[in-house]
Each structure stands twice: as C-alpha cells, then as structure tokens.
C-alpha cells in the first residue's frame, strides 16, 4: 500500500509541475510567448518560481490536506483549533536558517551568467531583495503575532518562534517571481505583505478546519500568488506602479492569467490524485496508530 501511494505521488510530481515549467520556463511555453501589444511582447514573468514552484506545491498541499482532514483532536467540538505539540524549537530555527541561505544560493544561481559587469549588478540586486524580503517577512509576522496573542501567554514563545520562521519563508517566497526585477524598497514591502499575508491565510484555512501542520499552504500558495501579482506592479520595467501604460495592463493582465492556469491545473489534477488514493484507503493511517503517532509527538 505505502509502495502504491509513494508510486503515484512520484508520479504527479513528475506530471504537475513539468507541464507548469513548460509553460512558463521554456521558449515553447504559451505563458513565456506571451502577447504582442503595441510591438513589445508581454511574457509571464517569474524569475525564480513564486508561481511555477511555490504556487503549484501550495496548491497541491491544500488539496492534499482537505481531503486527507483533520489529526484527531485537532480541533475542538466547536470548531476552534487545539494546539499540538511535536515541534522542537531548536530543529525549527536550524530548519529556517538552512532553508534562509539555501534560498541565497538558489537565487542567485537562477541568474546564470556572471561574464560582464552587469550580471553582477544584476546578481547584487538578487541577494540584497532575498535578504530584504526575508527578513521583512519575519518582522511582520512577529509584530503581528506578538499583537494578537499580547493578552494570552499559553505557547506564545513557540507561536512567536513559528510565526518568525514562516513569516521569513513566506516572504523569500514571495520575492521568488521580482527578484531580479524590483527595487531594494519593493523587495522590503513585498516581503512584509508576504509576511502578514501568511498569517491571513493562516487563520482562513483554520476556520474551514483545514489541518496544516507546517503550515505549507499559508506560505507557499498564499505568499506565492503575492510575489507573482506583487511582479506586476513593481517591476522597474514593466510595473504598473512606474508604467501606468496599456503594455504594463497587459502585463499585470498576462501575469494573473498564469497565475490562474497554474491554480487550475495542479489543483484539477491534484483532485485526481488525492481523490484516488482517498477513495482506495491509502491516505489514512488507522485510528489506533494515528493516536499512538499523536502520543509520540506530545512526548518530545
């Protein structure tokens, strides 16, 4: 059984998320073709992958998660989420900075040539707009939980320590698509919408008792639709906030439009996916060795 789910969920990684690179990463792509307005080609834009990576795996995560439902005893007899436990704060911050300057080599990488002057201005302004974004992203999702939770001291220092990691991740998502594009400034606001733009999607997932444990759908799918549009209006060459022309609409336009074909395509065929495995019994875990899991995770 666990070798058939493992077999198809390597079989729509490798089927979901070609087809969106496709699109978006090659010269054959409808979304990298783009359109022809005014005489300027208006391509979909997305330096390192807030949509084509982030977006797609968010949106394969929510559906995963909604259908899979709820751990026991994730959420009370009024629907209001229970804390659970199981999350170290050591491995998590050790987690965060591994993860922090692996988005640094990664984005910098995506910028492939270093031959002239200008690569390396350009691969400058791709470091310093990581690191921007990242930590605004983590400031303002700190302020906002330390805000919210001021009153009530029960797990406020891990909620604090959680809240700090993902705000950063949601914004170093969320600079993926602008990158190279976006001035210092608007790498900075970007990464502190992305950081409270998390924490909104958080709280809208829990009210649908939607179970995420690491909170992967508030991160990558919602600071990822963010980078993508944030692109749209901050890009110095073609965003809406320095252009306000019919090629810069055309462009924010071009851009949702991808957006909203990666959001169909992987969830379509991510309900294909879950809903097989749903409907053959191979999501679950039985009642005995779920509680037993449960118990495991309470005693580190």
């Not at 302020?143 to 029960?154: A, E, P, Q, S």
């Not at 210092?184 to 733009?197: D, N, T, V």
């Not at 709280?203 to 919602?222: A, C, N, R, T």
Request: hydrophobic residues 50%.
């Amino acid at each position: 059984v666990d070798r058939f789910s493992s077999n198809l969920i390597c079989w729509a990684r490798g089927f979901v998320h070609p087809v969106v690179a496709h699109w978006a990463w090659t010269e054959e792509g409808w979304l990298s073709k783009g359109v022809d307005v005014e005489n300027v080609t208006v391509a979909y834009n997305d330096f390192a992958g807030s949509g084509v990576v982030h977006v797609t795996g968010g949106a394969v995560a929510l559906i995963g998660a909604a259908v899979l439902g709820p751990r026991i005893g994730r959420f009370d007899d009024s629907g209001k989420p229970v804390h659970m436990g199981g999350k170290t704060a050591t491995m998590s911050a050790l987690g965060g900075f591994i993860l922090f300057f692996g988005f640094l080599l990664f984005m910098s990488g995506r910028h492939r040539s270093m031959w002239e002057v200008e690569d390396g201005l350009i691969f400058g302004r791709i470091t310093i707009n990581t690191i921007l974004a990242g930590s605004a992203g983590a400031i303002a999702s700190l302020i906002l939980v330390t805000f919210i939770n001021r009153k009530n001291r029960v797990h406020r220092d891990q909620q604090q320590l959680v809240a700090t990691l993902n705000g950063c991740l949601a914004g170093l998502v969320a600079i993926c698509a602008g990158a190279s594009s976006v001035e210092g400034y608007a790498a900075f606001i970007i990464g502190i919408i992305a950081g409270l733009s998390y924490r909104v999607w958080t709280k809208v997932i829990l009210k649908y008792q939607v179970d995420d444990p690491l909170e992967s759908v508030s991160v990558h799918l919602g600071a990822g639709i963010w980078g993508v549009i944030a692109e749209g209006f901050f890009s110095t060459e073609r965003g809406l906030l320095y252009n306000w022309t019919r090629v810069s609409v055309m462009h924010l336009m071009w851009t949702l439009a991808g957006l909203a074909a990666i959001v169909a395509w992987t969830a379509a065929t991510s309900a294909i996916l879950f809903g097989i495995l749903h409907t053959f019994n191979l999501l679950h875990l039985s009642r005995a060795d779920e509680l037993r899991d449960l118990e495991r995770s309470e005693e580190r």
